[in-house]
């Protein structure tokens, strides 16, 4: 069964740094991936759907890679602002049709 | 213009009573979820439905029922609630049930059982 983690659980940075986010997944048989965000007592905002045969996907300021073959996927988040502080949660689809949630990182970004 | 809307978004209840959360989703998605967020905020699905059909069905307690009147709408009904029901749960939705398709998810409902 898919196993997703996320590191750092939680991550501060100053305004304007970049920074990356980490997932790892050990089941590679994935169909795709896709990050998304949560804010504090609210619903999940997809940011970005990667698929299995894809490397990158951008937008905006946030480029996600996938490396499928050893279960990893990052987030790269450009010029980070206040408005960037949230829960960040990747979630590879495997299996029949599930997505499988890691436990998140919780970002804060300083002004 | 909510996508995917869910009601009520609180829900506060003692053990024992039956309730329901209703979710509606106004994007002409063909596929249906619902996830529960444990208090770790850990997402795990439930259910899905596609075309009105159950094709996913997690290992969850019968007492757990998945209603879909039509493609618009994915409601959950609980019977005879437990202390560890008390999640938030979230609707989805996706354009078809095909891996390609991104999942759209609603705010959630904070269900509180005492």
């Known amino acids: 069964k898919q196993e997703v983690t996320q590191i750092p659980a939680a991550l501060s940075v100053p305004e304007g740094e970049n920074l990356v986010l980490n997932c790892s997944f050990t089941?590679?048989?994935?169909?795709?991936l896709q990050w998304f965000r949560q804010d504090p007592g609210k619903g999940l905002t997809s940011l970005l759907l990667?698929?299995?045969?894809?490397r990158e996907q951008t937008s905006g300021r946030l480029n996600a890679s996938l490396d499928k073959s050893s279960g990893r996927s990052t987030l790269y988040i450009a010029a980070s602002q206040p408005g960037d502080s949230a829960t960040y949660l990747c979630?590879?689809?495997?299996?029949?049709?599930?997505?499988?949630f890691g436990t998140g990182t919780r970002l804060t970004v300083i002004p | 213009d909510t996508a995917v809307s869910q009601t009520p978004k609180y829900l506060v209840t003692q053990m024992g009573n039956d309730k329901s959360i209703k979710c509606e989703q106004n994007?002409?998605?063909?596929?249906m979820y619902w996830y529960k967020q444990d208090s770790k905020k850990f997402l795990k699905i439930m259910f899905s439905?596609?075309?009105?059909?159950?094709?996913i069905n997690e290992t969850v307690p019968n007492r757990f029922s998945p209603k879909s009147p039509d493609k618009a709408h994915l409601n959950l009904h609980i019977n005879s609630l437990e202390l560890g029901d008390s999640a938030v749960y979230f609707c989805?939705?996706?354009?078809?049930?095909?891996?390609?398709?991104?999942?759209?998810f609603g705010p959630g409902t904070r269900l509180t059982v005492t």
């Open positions: 989805a939705s996706s354009q078809g049930a095909g891996f390609s398709y991104e999942q759209y």
């Open positions: 089941d590679s048989a994935i169909y795709n």
């Open positions: 990667i698929q299995s045969s894809q």
């Open positions: 979630a590879p689809r495997s299996g029949a049709n599930n997505l499988f």
């Open positions: 994007l002409g998605h063909d596929t």
């Open positions: 439905y596609n075309n009105k059909e159950l094709i």
